[in-house]
């Protein structure tokens, strides 16, 4: 949420600037803009609405040629998407201006404290205390080079909440300072020049050397002495540099319409690359580097999925999958909910959260609860150096490559993959499983790339069924063991992207209710299971779709090849390969992420940034 730039070097910072918010534009595009320094002055230039609108004032006013400065894309959290709300905010004086990510919980008490001694606020953001309170702590601070260091420590000692502070002082023309707490924030180190970035997206172009910070840290970009960090207190701290293994050209568009249809078509290569040395020759499984040891997965008596969104969804499919390879109880909780519910955990719990950001606020402060009660915990995240796996135990990287668009696809389809793996790691670690039985589910994993592909090939008629659906007041999907979640995912899909009211069902539910809404023509989409799946959940779902159609809906039926169960009773039939049943998330999903594309764009909407939305989630 909100994407941050700084830049200190050789180069055009506008330029420099702008070409970071294009790239980290996913993660909030309520409103944006810039601030360049140059003859001790700070110019600020800001609109509300996309970036684009900035470029469009930028290119009627010439801005200072400079070569340091700051940008700032908004995901509006304190005052509305106006002009005056947007970043930066600059200090009474004129002194500092400054961009911020997160929430400053305590502003209202700071905002009265400025406003006593009479400083005027032009905009109703928690931000803007910050650059008045920075501008007077610098007047107080001694000269000299760590005086705009020290200055922004005192001021990031006495806020609460969380921040990401980037801000350059008129006096400082070569030096920007950054502070972080449970925000995002990583420098990216050039030749001779400095990048401040929420994620290294906003740097890709021009380095891959990146350091990566810790909580309460500040941080000093400065010409000509590179990177210095400290603590709140003043303590240096040596940052942990890492090598940017994602390119520039991995995070263009490359051709496609839309930042989500690359990404769509992208899955098999991201399954393949989640699967990549981690399935031995052998059949077993090599998860060598989640640094927990095999008696602390044997001790494991519990465990906990826990994440948002999509993310949510992939953990509820890990729980079928886990529970059913190693017959440890698996509870899948909402961030959000899991740390005020008191969960009951202990040293043999492991909790696995899921984020493809690592940067999600609510997986972050539950990933820390967790901690405090002593579990272990494992990260699957997308994201390199993000802070959850940072934070936790043991991680395991989905190796997805960058995700720009805001809908998770490959994100997702990574999640579920990486949970797999985590299941069956467990299952051989732990002697549950005989190796043979193992190695045929590691046959089946590395079939998955191959199918999805199958899949993908497939889609055109999903895309002239979208034409057909863009009307629709109301989508319902069903499903049953994993094709519940799958459900779940297909609805958050369509509600997000295509603004169409969708709920998800488990299908023997509806006749418990939803089945009431069900009108002449409401289209249903229904995930069917394997014929081969145990219990007959087939037959049951099949009985499902007749319930539905007797009523008046309108059918759409995903199910495997040479299900002909299913035939007399779908008005559009969508075949996938066929699927071990646990594994079956990774293609059904599939052609529900591209209807939902599909449907926003016969829409006329904005596919990768959907409204009120925004990549990475920040605040709680
Ligand atoms: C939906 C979507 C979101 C994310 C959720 C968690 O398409 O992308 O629901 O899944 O915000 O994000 P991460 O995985 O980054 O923690």
Redesign the pocket.
């Known amino acids: 949420m909100c994407g941050i730039v700084g830049y200190v070097g050789p180069q055009n910072s506008l330029d420099v600037i702008l070409e970071g918010l294009r790239r980290l534009e996913y993660r909030g595009y309520d409103s944006a803009g810039v601030a360049v320094l140059a003859g001790g002055r700070l110019t600020t230039v800001k609109k509300a609405g996309k970036l684009a609108n900035l470029e469009k004032v930028l290119a009627e006013e010439s801005l200072p040629a400079a070569t340091i400065g700051i940008g700032h894309t908004r995901w509006a959290t304190h005052g509305g998407p106006t002009d005056r709300n947007a970043h930066p905010h600059v200090s009474a004086d004129g002194t500092v201006s400054v961009v911020h990510n997160g929430i400053i919980e305590n502003f209202a008490v700071l905002r009265a404290e400025c406003e006593a001694a009479g400083v005027e606020f032009t905009s109703e953001t928690d931000t803007e205390v910050v650059a008045h309170l920075l501008a007077a702590a610098y007047r107080k601070t001694p000269a000299g080079d760590d005086r705009l260091a020290e200055a922004m420590r005192t001021v990031s000692r006495g806020l609460e909440g969380a921040f990401t502070l980037v801000a350059s002082h008129a006096d400082e023309p070569d030096r920007l300072v950054a502070s972080r707490r449970n925000s995002p924030l990583v420098v990216g180190v050039g030749d001779g020049e400095y990048f401040l970035g929420s994620d290294v997206a906003a740097f890709i172009a021009h380095t891959s050397d990146a350091l990566e910070l810790g909580q309460d840290q500040v941080v000093v970009i400065d010409r000509e002495r590179g990177v210095s960090v400290t603590d709140f207190a003043g303590a240096p701290v040596e940052p942990t540099a890492y090598t940017v293994d994602w390119d520039a050209a991995a995070a263009e568009k490359g051709g496609y319409d839309w930042f989500m249809l690359k990404e769509i078509a992208e899955q098999p290569e991201a399954v393949a690359n989640t699967l990549l040395g981690r399935l031995g020759a052998a059949g077993e499984l090599v998860l060598d580097e989640v640094r927990l040891s095999d008696q602390e997965l044997r001790d494991v008596d519990k465990i906990f999925v826990v994440?948002?969104?999509?993310?949510?969804?992939?953990g509820l499919i890990a729980k079928y999958a886990i529970e059913h390879w190693t017959r440890i109880p698996v509870e899948v909780e909402l961030?959000s909910e899991f740390r005020y519910r008191d969960p009951v955990l202990d040293r043999s719990t492991l909790v696995i959260v899921?984020?493809?950001?690592?940067?999600?606020m609510?997986?972050l402060m539950a990933l820390r609860h967790a901690k405090e009660q002593k579990a272990r915990v494992l990260a699957i995240?997308?994201?390199n150096g993000s802070t959850?796996p940072r934070e936790s135990d043991a991680v395991l990287y989905t190796r997805a490559g960058p995700?720009v668009a805001?809908?998770?696809?490959k994100?997702?389809l990574t999640?579920v993959v990486a949970c797999y793996l985590v299941g069956l790691f467990l299952a051989q670690v732990r002697g549950v499983k005989y190796t043979d039985e193992v190695a045929a589910i590691v046959e089946d994993l590395r079939a998955l790339p191959d199918a999805v592909a199958t899949v993908l090939a497939g889609m055109e008629p999903v895309r002239e069924l979208a034409r057909s659906l863009a009307d629709a007041n109301t989508i319902l999907f069903l499903g049953r063991h994993v094709g519940y979640p799958v459900a779940l995912?297909g609805a958050?899909?369509l509600k997000?992207?295509a603004y169409i009211h969708a709920e998800g069902f488990a299908a023997g539910e509806l006749k418990h209710g939803p089945i009431a809404v069900i009108d002449q023509g409401t289209p249903v989409i229904v995930v069917v299971p394997s014929p081969s799946s145990r219990e007959s959940v087939h037959g049951k779902v099949v009985s499902n779709i007749q319930e539905v159609r007797a009523r008046g809906a309108r059918t759409i039926v995903i199910a495997e090849e040479g299900d002909e169960d299913v035939v007399p009773y779908a008005d559009h039939l969508i075949r996938v390969p066929r699927t071990p049943t646990l594994l079956a998330p990774v293609v059904t999903t599939v052609p529900l992420q591209v209807l939902a594309c599909e449907i926003a764009a016969t829409r006329g909407l904005d596919v990768d940034q959907p409204r009120n939305?925004a990549?990475?989630?920040t605040v709680e």
């Not at 994440?307 to 992939?314: I, L, P, T, Y």
């Open positions: 994440s948002c969104g999509s993310s949510f969804h992939a961030a899921v984020s493809q950001s690592g940067e999600t609510d997986t995240c997308n994201a959850i995700e805001v809908a998770s696809t994100g997702f999640q995912e958050l899909k997000e992207l939305l990549k990475s989630v």
